[in-house]
Nanobody, 118 residues
């Protein structure tokens, strides 16, 4: 069974930084587009960033220039470096893995809470 295990969430002050990690197991990591999504209270889940197997990245406008997504093939892990955090970045962050060739193979992690508050 595919597993995506997130870590790295927590409480941080505005302007601070956090790095989220998502370790994937039981998938052919190189086949998958990896992504981070987030859901704030009362709002729909939204895309934060994605990265293809070739390293192409895509970001939501709201995080461009502040967040960086990367992946480590030796560890089957995807990261989200979040800098200059804002109160409006507060949400549960979810890791996503989508097979690039068969989109029906789509998996989610359990989510990790990020709270930006003074």
């Amino acid at each position: 069974q595919v597993q995506l295990v997130e870590s790295g969430g927590g409480l941080v002050q505005p302007g601070g930084s956090l790095r989220l990690s998502c370790a994937a197991s039981r998938i052919i990591f190189s086949r998958y587009v990896m992504g981070w999504y987030r859901q704030a209270p009362g709002k729909q889940r939204e895309l934060v960033a994605t990265i293809t197997s070739g390293g192409s990245t895509n970001y939501a406008d709201s995080v461009k220039g502040r967040f960086t997504i990367s992946r480590d093939y030796s560890k089957n892990t995807v990261y989200l470096q979040m800098n200059s955090l804002k109160v409006e970045d507060t949400a549960v962050y979810y890791c996503n893995a989508r097979d690039a060739f068969l989109s029906s193979l789509n998996y989610w992690g359990q989510g990790t809470q990020v709270t930006v508050s003074s």
